[in-house]
């Protein structure tokens, strides 16, 4: 720790006449670029996407990749980084180059390895019909042979300490290259949240309040080849993972009145818990050059395993603290699928795009429980096996001057869920559905231009919305999972008018049977479960301007949307939906000899989107980078400057009235080292995703 204190303040005084300056070139998707972050060109807007320069920008110093991805425009992570979103789209579909990835792989990736971040508004039928939004990630390539070492240490100061430290090699050797990357973090997340919950029914009036530290050790680990057969032949092998213990300790005071009984409660509980997950590509890639057509087939396979173990106690009215439950939840999932892609292009501009895909999924929970209060006994187990059959076809090309592109996909999927102690199905489900998709371009001029979107989706529940835990707040209160959901679908319209680096984008959308969180209350036991739940629909528009600025050593990127959305089941109390706004903007200050510093605010207005309620938020910012000696930087971040951490969320469901409140551990100070060692150039690695429900792996 003093070592890293120590190299940061004499990063920061040395002489800067060493330090590098770096440019690089891109495209985004074969069309002019709009650039506002100088030389560098941080930020790219085309047609309502969002590219990022990261390798060239002071993001690159940002200890891991979730936390690169919660500073760009629009993307949001939950509280328990185990979710991401984009602003008016939802949960994305992840990619780091042509592979579709998912949680466990970003927490797999470190920020060194990372060239660009591309949001992508209106994903085409290519892409799976899982997902209004795609990330796509790409990997730093370089252009010439030879060996490179890139180590990197971050220090974090949250309510407590947490240190990253990772290493990153390449080597390329003629036709072959290979990867491989490790990291260790040592990292202690606080968390808290509490509510204030009536159930007038069964006359309860109930509040809690639950905080906790994880102690976790955390490591990170890929590796992969690539050979290149000859001009138009290659293929490549890789593999990536992670692995963490988890020892968390939590409290929570709890006020309960059940008719005249009433009771407070304090509640101390521990859990242990392990987790690993390994993802495994087989690609083979090649150019038909007398079709002017291109083939590629792979194979993936995905596990990942969790297991925990909790234990907890109560103490009524000041009294003992007596032995209230002991559980252990063990997690398993086993995803196999093989792709092929062909591609064509004729003579005419025009490009055919075919593919077909299949999955197979076996999910298996175990869950053993001891209630000691209530004298009860719970032993259960489900396994649930899904197959899903995917085609598509997509056809793009010019008429006049307009770019078009139309296509379609079919998936068919068969779902099967059993408890090991019943004959009969829990779950036995069959459903085929069409997602067409569709978009067109049209230039009016040099600078203008507008184009039309049309998209149909799916969104399919986690694989482990089987896992059979609970995790208890208090005897009265507890999280669970939901095995009866069902995917939700979504029709959604975009127009979006283009002037030079400026856009206005309007946007429409209906979704049904849409995932939130609900309540469940078991009157006999008294026990109030808070879950996923299917709601009857949910519409939204929305109107959004990116407004990017450059001035000399000034720039800027901002975005604004104001947004209307309402949430509506028949279970819940329906509000009023009303507008509200998301806004971002970053500053850039680049000065002389490799200075830079940045400041970046974002946040949402209050939000009332008819079922739920939730409150305003402002964050923002702040980082200094200095680069010496063309392979050592140094780059200090302060986060969350104002430490804004609280959130509410107000609802009514099932009879259920519930004010809750989070407070998040997110205002940090850090320091990060990089130094860099060698040099890989010429470098061909790729990859490309074989399963298109890894993003449900979780």
Known sequence: MRYTIFLAVLALASSSSFAQNTTENDTLNQMDEVVIEGNTKTFIYKNGNIKVDVANSIYKTLPNTLDLLSKLPKIQLSPDLEKISVIGKGTPLIYIGNQKVEMNDLKALSVEDVKTIEIIENPLSKYEAEGRSVILITRKLSKKEGFQLVFSETAAFKKKFNNYLGVNSSLKLSKTEFKANFNYNKVNPWESNGSDYRIPSSNIESDYLVAGYTKRDKYVFGAGIYHQINENEDFSLTANGNFKKDDFDFSTATHSKIDEAENNIKTLGKTKGDEGFINSFLNYNKKITQWDASVFAGLQYSNYNSVSANS?????????????????????????????????????????????????????TSLDMENF?????????????????????????????????????????????????????????????????????????STKTLSFNYARSISRPDYSSTSQGFTYINPYFAFSSNINLNPAITNEIAANFQYKDKSLKFAYFENRDVINYGFLYDEPKHLLLYRPENFDKETGYTLEATLPFSQGFWTSANTVSLILNKIEDASAVVGSAKPYAYYYSNHVFKFENEWQFSLTGWGLTNRNEGVFQRNSFFLMDMAVSKTFFKNLSCTINYNNVFKNRTFTENFEVSKVNSRAIFFVDNCEFSIAIRYTLGKVKDSIFKEKEVNENSNRIK
Do not use: C
Request: charged letters at 25%; glycine letters at 4%.
């Open 312 to 364: 907890s106690s109560n103490n009524y009215n000041e009294t003992v603290y007596q032995p209230f439950q002991q559980l252990n939840d063990d997690f398993n999932v086993n995803v196999f699928s093989g792709r092929i892609d062909f591609e064509k292009k004729f003579h005419n501009e025009i490009k055919l795009e075919l593919g077909t895909q299949y999955s197979s999924a076996v999910a298996n």
């Open 373 to 445: 209060e209530q004298n009860l006994n719970l032993n259960s187990k489900y396994r649930l096996k899904e197959k899903n059959t995917a085609a598509y076809a997509q056809l793009s090309g010019t008429l006049m001057k307009m770019s078009w592109t139309a296509g379609i996909r079919a998936e068919k999927t068969i779902i099967s869920g059993r408890y090991a102690d019943e004959s009969a199905a829990s779950i036995d489900k069959k459903y085929t559905n069409l997602f067409p998709k569709a978009q067109i371009t049209i230039p009016i001029d």
